[in-house]
């Protein structure tokens, strides 16, 4: 009973401070409590005549609180007496609600009882009126709205479950009850009893209120509504405002007996026990609907079923919170999307929204570009001027996301609004807080009053900027959902010439960098407008508190803003070069890297990381400047709020004595200046994201508005005959509408079911014909129309980042039978044996892990399994060798292949198949200049016979479909296709495999995931590397400056309890000087501790790059070969950013929020010792909340990242075969594909915008709970404390918060981050090759001198596990000899030349040169004494001079000799910069024959005993073939020369040949005796038409 009579004082007190005039001036309140005679002061002033100001009425009312009056002054006496004057008036005209004939005199307010008093109560009208209607009230204003939102949102149904029952029946109880008391007034009236009209309200407004409730409840349960957060407000307001009376009539029986008014009585007890069963009930969750969506999803969110009270502090995200602290979350563990954050809701609605916008925005521009063509025809100038102007491409598209989103974003910004208001009341209600404690006479149930408001206050506040963030967040989900569906469906749409116009670059950036500006806007945008009002809320708060002296706080501004605009755009001055230094550094690591089997051959390692390491350094200087003014810029920001203050405060009281700075102006104008710099703070990131969303917005409507396809270009129309398949008549097509025909005049009609070829010199319009016939054309003229089905094969294969099968099958149902027909009948089936999953083997992105014959091969079989009606065919077999080609021909395309009865139209340049097709058609110019059957235009001898003329060439190599650079060729450093996870290897076919690796694993090794938190270890390596001098001298530097912050404050505390002598305060001069002083200290500490931490970070920065590259380097050459690029290039780039700038951002928050928690926490101690006792459970709370917090984000925010790269992987590859999958009909399949993925990323972006939500909820209500105890703790202990120390105390824990949040937020973000020092010092502990250079006695200086070189017993594999790539090798080489090298495809030639150089170790034997065993060398020293010349000629980015000598050891003379024996010297005079020629990434400014001359002036410079040619002439035309050779004999006679070649040819001139078979010596003797045994070197001899 005493806990509810509490609870209705308290009540009483907050419904007083809500209905009474909160935001009149502090002294309006300083109303004393003195025994009044008779009647109220409001009795007095309605009854008597208007109140003279001097009358002694009106005196009497100011005879009490005497002392109030000297504190306040005459002034503030005459604004309490105007005051109760203004509130006489207002309730005497409301007073008849409460009058009746038996009280007259009944009033519905009564200041005495309300808040003069020790116990605190309304009055019996206040209660039976005022608290009955405002839950009736709000449900009434509630009602509209709510009702369309049930209309508009069905979930299904619930069935009338337990709870609705319950709640119906407590709904009619209540309703009876209503009826009961309306009836009971009536039948009271009838007997006499008077009651005032309020009382006789208030019943048949409950009436109509209960049916109201059970209409809602009921359409509820229909709209499948499981929890209503309006009833359930609207319970808690009945509540609320049950409990009064039920407490007053608790109190009246007590004292007066429960006999008065026994049905009133009994009413009131069963209401409010029928009130409290149906607001528990409200606090439960109904059954799901039935017919909903979300029932049927495996893993359905839990919002949907979460109660009202649950969704809003988002404790239904606990769930998932504890499992993510458990175990590591899976994909599988993360919920399903709802419905309106899927791609399939949310993109067809923006789809449609944008067609719709962009048509009427076409209508209008084409409507004003009429008017104005018409008003320039009309010489009608001033027409012309008063036209409006065409609409911006970016108007439409804006209008689109706000037709679907505005909605959604304007609730979102009503929370904030609200959020604002109760915000600003902290501040006021601080500001009466410390007026109570400054009054010593005040009683104390006040206290706790203010204390418990400011606790509500607070909490409200963080309930709305929570929901409205919670909302910012979810649209920013759905906003990149629609962007990204738009941007995916527009690439499937676009025409080639559109295509030419943007890049896989941009429309990557569109969809990660321009989405996240635009989702950024959402949260910023509302700051534009409402900083300013915050800004404005907060000066005229602070003139009411120090009048026009607030105002010099503009001065600060004025002289921050020029300042932070100076570092900033100095700063990006350093930003700039330091990009370039980054960009430079990347494309040296990134050349580092693609090259490194380059650089390991020639054993430049060591070199080329000085190189990475200068430009490192460079990059580190401009970091470190740059983050040296960034230090600058945040203590100017962090010094902001003592600069205010100090201005403010010593302009308000130097410049009037009698202006006294006591605890309320210092405390409550602190705390108005946090708010005003947090809005100050967020008016420039607000305008920032405008400008850059802006600039996105542009780029993404240009890209959404580029030219499409006209679906209608081909067709099924009416063909004249059955027998004709494709149809063109009179066409004329062009790449777009702007551009000239690319193809004049086509009439062209093919037979169903023939073979067509197509042929004609490069450029004469072959392809162009296909992407014709595709529809991919611009038709200018003429008629197109093909009927069936078609497949369609580039000339560029495009496969898929999937298995084998996938690619094959591309989304057709598996038919087994006819797959393997396909397989055998492409040349697949050798490939697939070999593959280490077989058709499960995935293929690389862009196929980077197969060979181009390959790619061609799984091209062609993807369209045969098909079965389509027309085949259309871009040169599939220019890629591969003579014998795949033939082969391919007769299973496949030719007239016996799987295609015989297929329409086939097939563009090639191969001579000896064209007498087997049924027409050819000869293109010139971009028409038909020709065509018939092969013997028709043979005898022709017209445009056919020239071009047979043109390509019979002299070498009869190349009269079959085998051209000099038809080898198949893998980029180096990738894995073979051939290399079985067993080690078999097999030759896959005549020159049509990969290149070998001979053993290398067939797939990738993916990147680790990570899981669960960071290891301590990884922190305290990070700290090592540093050093710990300097964490210790940093840690210095964050106590000295908190110390200095205490100190300010705890001086400003002291400076408002000084006494007051004559009006004024002594020493204020030295209290000023002080202060600045101890903020100055803080500033200079500020700056200290940040700029250290920021030091600290670039010293560890630049060790652990040192250390990532060092160790990189030493990797063996098998890690690169199974490692991809991309995630060693990922650790130089996104890991190293991470450890530059993010990391020591996050420590520098976390320490400095650390430290101010630890101040926050001392001054509470300080001011109540007692609070200890709430500090430390509270405390521990937190450490749990930030235990989960961090474990479950961190795993939600890798998973996301994991599902963001196969979302960019899949827009890059639909990108690139766009015109495949249009060819294929197959775009719905690809937005299925791509919404999926999509969707897969959101099921983690969505969890961890909630888990933020959680956090910053939850920390906050932890930080509000510190303030409410050190609020009622300074009330408990007013008497010992001064009103300074729980000024000091309480402004302290109000911005406990933010720090709470702000401290787990970067705590995370470390964590999050810490991960990338993990990542590159993860290759620290992996296997190391031998050291490159050893302190022995073995060499001499001119080691080796013969060049002799023997194999004793020697074997090599690559890896353990694997087979032996080489087995048991004997021979021996002499000095000066030249050898050639040869044998099939996985024969072990290339193994010889890495086990020579030793990429990789033996695994039993030794090789000698010169008679030194190589493995007791280090491997510089071996390298740098053997020259070798790969395959591919390789440049590095940088002067033609770095490239012939890298290590700059040669002097100009000997480079000019050497570039003059490789006649190259005319050639590099006629260059611009001659020696300081700069070479493009890779050499592509230069030819190939030039680059691999320049690579043998290379290998003469380093004048080597030994040189190794492994197919250095493959990719060469014959002529520079034979001059290399040349080059060869003469310039390297001296030396012994190991010459690895596929030509037979080459090896003629060798002295001797080595011919390997399956790892091992087949034969080796001079190529004249092994031609004569008619062996393998006489079979391949054969096989090149050289016998």
């Keep these: 009973m005493k806990l509810i009579i509490i609870i209705s004082h308290f009540l009483h007190l907050v419904i007083f401070k809500i209905t009474s005039p909160f935001f009149k001036q502090k002294n309006l309140y300083l109303l004393k409590a003195c025994p009044w005679q008779n009647r109220s002061i409001l009795e007095r002033l309605v009854e008597s005549p208007p109140l003279e100001r001097g009358s002694s009425q009106a005196k009497g009312g100011r005879n009490c609180g005497k002392e109030t009056r000297q504190q306040t002054g005459a002034a503030a006496e005459d604004q309490e007496w105007l005051l109760r004057r203004q509130q006489a008036g207002t309730m005497s005209r409301v007073s008849w609600l409460c009058r009746s004939k038996e009280d007259q005199f009944a009033e519905l307010w009564d200041w005495n009882q309300t808040w003069h008093t020790a116990t605190p109560g309304f009055t019996s009208c206040f209660e039976s009126t005022v608290l009955i209607w405002i839950p009736c009230v709000y449900l009434w204003v509630s009602f509209p709205v709510y009702y369309l939102y049930l209309r508009k949102n069905c979930r299904g149904y619930i069935r009338m479950s337990a709870i609705f029952k319950a709640k119906m029946v407590l709904g009619f109880a209540l309703l009876l009850l209503c009826l009961s008391t309306a009836f009971y007034i009536l039948w009271e009236a009838t007997q006499g009893i008077p009651r005032a009209p309020g009382f006789i309200i208030a019943p048949p407004l409950q009436v109509v209120t209960m049916v109201l409730v059970i209409f809602l409840t009921q359409m509820e349960r229909l709209k499948g509504v499981q929890s209503s957060g309006v009833l359930l407000v609207y319970w808690l307001l009945f509540f609320l405002s049950s409990i009064i009376p039920f407490s007053s009539k608790i109190q009246h029986g007590v004292v007066g007996g429960f006999r008065d008014e026994p049905f009133h009585r009994v009413i009131s007890y069963v209401r409010f026990t029928l009130v409290i069963l149906e607001l528990i009930l409200c606090c439960f969750v109904d059954h799901p609907p039935f017919f909903s969506k979300v029932g049927n999803e ?91 102007p065409e609409h911006s491409k970016r108007k439409p598209l804006l209008k689109a996301f706000w037709n679907v989103f505005g909605t959604y974003f304007l609730f979102g910004t009503l929370g904030l609004v609200l959020g604002d208001v109760f915000l600003f009341l902290i501040p006021k209600t601080l500001s009466l807080f410390l007026d109570f404690i400054t009054d010593p006479e005040a009683p104390y149930w006040k206290g706790y009053f203010y204390a418990t408001l400011m606790f509500l206050l607070a909490c409200l506040e963080t309930l709305l900027e929570q929901q409205y963030m919670y909302m910012c967040l979810v649209l920013g989900v759905r906003l990149k959902t629609a962007v990204t569906g738009l941007v995916y469906r527009k690439i499937l749409a676009m025409s080639d010439a559109a295509k030419k116009a943007t890049t896989e670059g941009e429309i990557v950036n569109l969809v990660s960098v321009d989405v996240q500006k635009l989702t950024d806007l959402i949260t910023y945008f509302n700051g534009t407008w409402l900083a300013p009002i915050r800004i404005i809320v907060c000066f005229v708060f602070l003139w009411q508190l120090l009048g026009p002296y607030a105002l010099t706080a503009i001065a600060v501004f004025l002289f921050l803003l020029p300042l932070n605009f100076a570092i900033s755009k100095k700063r990006s001055q350093f930003q700039e070069a330091q990009m370039k230094y980054k960009d430079s550094r990347a494309k040296l690591t990134s050349a580092i890297l693609r090259d490194i089997r380059i650089l390991k051959l020639h054993g430049w390692e060591e070199n080329f990381m000085d190189k990475a390491l200068s430009v490192r350094t460079q990059e580190l200087q401009t970091l470190k400047a740059s983050q040296f003014l960034f230090s600058m810029s945040l203590v100017s920001f962090h010094s902001s709020t003592f600069l205010i203050a100090f201005i403010m405060f010593a302009v308000y009281t130097l410049a009037d004595e009698g202006n006294i700075l006591d605890v309320q102006k210092a405390f409550v104008s602190l705390t108005l200046i946090n708010i005003l710099n947090r809005a100050h703070s967020f008016l420039p990131f607000s305008i920032n994201a405008v400008v850059q969303a802006k600039v996105s917005l542009n780029r993404l409507a240009a890209f959404l508005c580029l030219a499409e396809l006209d679906q209608t270009e081909t067709g099924s129309g009416s063909l004249d005959s059955m027998q004709d398949c494709v149809v063109v008549r009179e066409g004329t097509f062009s790449w777009c509408r702007e551009s000239p025909p690319c193809l004049k005049r086509i009439n062209l009609a093919i037979p169903r079911g023939s073979l067509c070829a197509v042929v004609g010199q490069v450029g004469a319009g072959k392809s162009s014909l296909l992407s014709a016939l595709l529809g991919e054309l611009h038709r200018t003229e003429g008629t197109l129309a093909m009927k069936g089905t078609v497949a369609f094969v580039p000339q560029k294969p495009w496969i898929q980042n999937m298995s084998v099968e996938d690619n094959i099958t591309f989304g057709q149902k598996m038919d087994r039978r006819w797959y393997k027909r396909v397989v055998e009948a492409c040349a697949l089936e050798p490939d697939l044996e070999s593959f280490p999953a077989g058709s499960q083997t995935e293929i690389g992105e862009k196929g980077i892990n197969i060979s181009g014959g390959q790619k061609q091969r799984l091209s062609l079989a993807r369209a045969v399994y098909k079965k389509a009606s027309i085949y259309l065919l871009d040169d599939p077999l220019s890629a591969v060798d003579s014998q795949v080609g033939q082969h391919i021909f007769e299973q496949v395309i030719g007239p016996n292949g799987l295609l015989k009865n297929k329409t086939r139209v097939l563009v090639t340049n191969t001579i000896h198949i064209l007498p087997k097709v049924d027409n050819i058609i000869v293109i010139m110019n971009g028409t038909i200049s020709e065509k018939g059957s092969y013997h028709e235009l043979v005898q022709r001898q017209w445009a056919f016979a020239d071009f047979l003329r043109s390509h019979d060439t002299d070498e009869k190599e190349d009269q079959d479909l085998q051209g000099t650079g038809s080898v198949e060729i893998v980029t180096k450093g990738h894995m073979a296709c051939h290399g079985k996870l067993g080690g078999s290897y097999k030759s896959l076919e005549k020159r049509g495999g990969c290149k070998e690796t001979d053993g290398a694993e067939f797939t990738t090794e993916g990147e680790k995931q990570q899981t669960g938190r960071a290891k301590t270890s990884v922190y305290l390596t990070y700290l090592r590397v540093a050093g710990s001098f300097l964490w210790a001298y940093i840690l210095i530097l964050f106590i000295c400056q908190q110390a200095a912050s205490f100190c300010q404050g705890y001086w400003l505390s002291l400076w408002a309890n000084d006494p007051v002598y004559n009006g004024t305060q002594q020493h204020t001069e030295l209290r000023i000087g002080v202060y600045f002083f101890l903020g100055f200290a803080q500033a200079v500490g500020k700056f200290g501790s940040i700029a250290s931490v920021f030091l600290a970070g670039t010293v560890a920065s630049h060790e652990l790059f040192r250390r990532l590259l060092h160790d990189v380097l030493r990797l063996p050459m098998s890690f690169f070969e199974r490692t991809p690029s991309g995630e ?77 790269s196969p979302i960019y992987s899949h827009i890059s590859e639909t990108f690139q075969g766009s015109i495949v999958i249009r060819a294929y009909k197959d775009q719905r399949r690809f937005i299925l594909q791509n919404d999926l993925k999509v969707d897969e990323n959101h099921r983690a972006s969505f969890p961890a915008v909630v888990a933020d939500r959680w956090l910053a909820t939850n920390t906050e209500f932890l930080g509000n709970g510190i303030v409410l105890f050190a609020a009622l703790l300074a009330v408990v202990n007013k008497s010992h404390l001064s009103p300074g120390i729980v000024g000091f105390s309480v402004s302290c824990a109000l911005q406990i918060t933010g720090v709470l949040n702000w401290m787990v937020r970067s705590l995370a973000e470390m964590d999050n981050n810490i991960v990338s020092v993990e990542r590159v010092t993860d290759y620290s502990m992996t296997p190391k090759e031998a050291p490159w250079t050893l302190d022995n006695h073995l060499l001499h200086e001119n080691w080796p001198t013969e060049g002799k070189i023997e194999f004793k017993g020697y074997s090599l594999r690559y890896r353990p596990g694997l087979e032996l790539a080489l087995e048991n090798i004997n021979l021996k080489i002499n000095g000066r000899e030249k050898v050639g090298i040869a044998g099939r495809t996985g024969a072990g030639k290339s193994s010889l030349a890495m086990g020579l150089l030793r990429l990789v170790e033996a695994a039993a034997g030794e090789i000698v040169i010169d008679g030194t065993n190589i493995a007791l060398l280090g491997l510089h020293d071996l390298r740098s004494k053997v020259a070798i010349i790969p395959q591919d000629p390789v440049l590095f980015s940088g002067s033609l001079r770095m490239n012939l000598d890298p290590l700059g050891v040669c002097s100009e003379e000997e480079i000019w000799t050497a570039l003059e024996l490789m006649r190259l010297k005319s050639f590099v005079l006629d260059l611009p910069d001659q020696l300081a020629y700069e070479c493009s990434e890779g050499g592509e400014n230069l030819s190939v024959g030039q680059r691999q001359l320049i690579c043998l002036a290379r290998a003469l410079l380093r004048k080597a005993k030994i040189l190794v040619l492994d197919e250095a002439t493959a990719a060469v035309d014959l002529e520079t073939d034979l001059q290399i050779q040349a080059t060869i004999r003469t310039q390297f006679r001296e030396c012994t020369v190991l010459t690895i070649a596929h030509r037979v040819n080459t090896l003629l001139d060798c002295d001797r040949v080595l011919v390997m078979e399956s790892g091992r010596v087949a034969e080796f003797d001079a190529p004249e005796t092994l031609i004569v045994q008619k062996g393998l070197f006489y079979r391949m001899a054969e096989e090149s038409g050289l016998v």
Excluded at 371 to 383: F, H, L, P, Q, V
Excluded at 1168 to 1196: D, E, N, R
């Design 298 to 388: 495996a893993n359905p969110c839990p919002e949907a079923g979460a109660s009202f009270a649950s969704k809003i502090t988002f404790w239904w995200f606990a769930g998932l919170l504890w499992k993510g602290y458990r175990q590591p979350l899976q994909a599988e563990d993360l919920w399903s999307l709802a419905r309106e954050n899927s791609s399939e809701d949310i993109v067809t609605k923006i789809e449609d929204a944008w067609n719709e916008h962009c048509a009427r925005a076409k209508q209008i521009a084409d409507s004003a570009k009429f008017k104005r063509e018409r008003a320039i025809s009309e010489n009608a100038e001033e027409t012309t001027i008063l036209l409006q």
């Design 1128 to 1204: 060693l290039l990922n650790r130089f780039s996104k890991e190293m950013d991470a450890i530059d700038s993010i990391i020591p951002d996050k420590l520098k928050s976390l320490l400095g929020f650390l430290f101010i928690l630890l101040e926050i926490y001392v001054v509470i101690v300080m001011a109540t010792p007692i609070a200890v006792v709430a500090i430390v459970p509270l405390t521990a709370l937190y450490a749990v909340f930030q235990s989960f917090f961090v474990t479950t984000s961190c795993q939600l925010k890798r998973l996301e990242a994991a599902s963001r």
